[in-house]
Nanobody, 127 residues
Framework: QLQASGGGLVQAGGSLRLSCAASGFTFGDYAIGWFRQAPGKGREGVSYISSSYGKISTLYVDSVKGRFTISSDNAKNTVYLQMNSLKPEDTAVYYC????????????????????WGQGTQVTVSS
């Protein structure tokens, strides 16, 4: 199971840190993705992290590059999404999802590759 938390209301230019805590499996080889869905829009991928034999790979959608940072704490089975310089267009419900195996760049963005999804946490950025 995945538990996403850390959302809230913040002014434009502010920061939030989202957490995705996993239970029921241990971080070994895995992939975690952060996705978001804004009102009236489809779900989109935001950032991804994959671990394969201890090597970490990360990927960001262009709209968040340089502003968001994804990281993991294997001891806590938790992945974080540090979001800085937030913009009103970042407003959405943010979901984390987990694959119980590492994923390569060509597949890590595909929704169907993820086995478990968290419940979502609301991020609202006011202008």
């Amino acid at each position: 199971q995945l538990q996403a938390s850390g959302g809230g209301l913040v002014q434009a230019g502010g920061s939030l840190r989202l957490s995705c805590a996993a239970s029921g499996f241990t971080f070994g080889d895995y992939a975690i993705g952060w996705f978001r869905q804004a009102p009236g829009k489809g779900r989109e991928g935001v950032s991804y992290i994959s671990s394969s034999y201890g090597k970490i790979s990360t990927l960001y959608v262009d709209s968040v590059k340089g502003r968001f940072t994804i990281s993991s704490d294997n001891a806590k089975n938790t992945v974080y999404l540090q979001m800085n310089s937030l913009k009103p267009e970042d407003t959405a419900v943010y979901y984390c999802a987990a694959s119980r195996s590492s994923l390569i760049a060509s597949t890590i963005t595909l929704f169907r590759m993820y086995d478990d999804w968290g419940q979502g946490t609301q991020v609202t950025v006011s202008s």
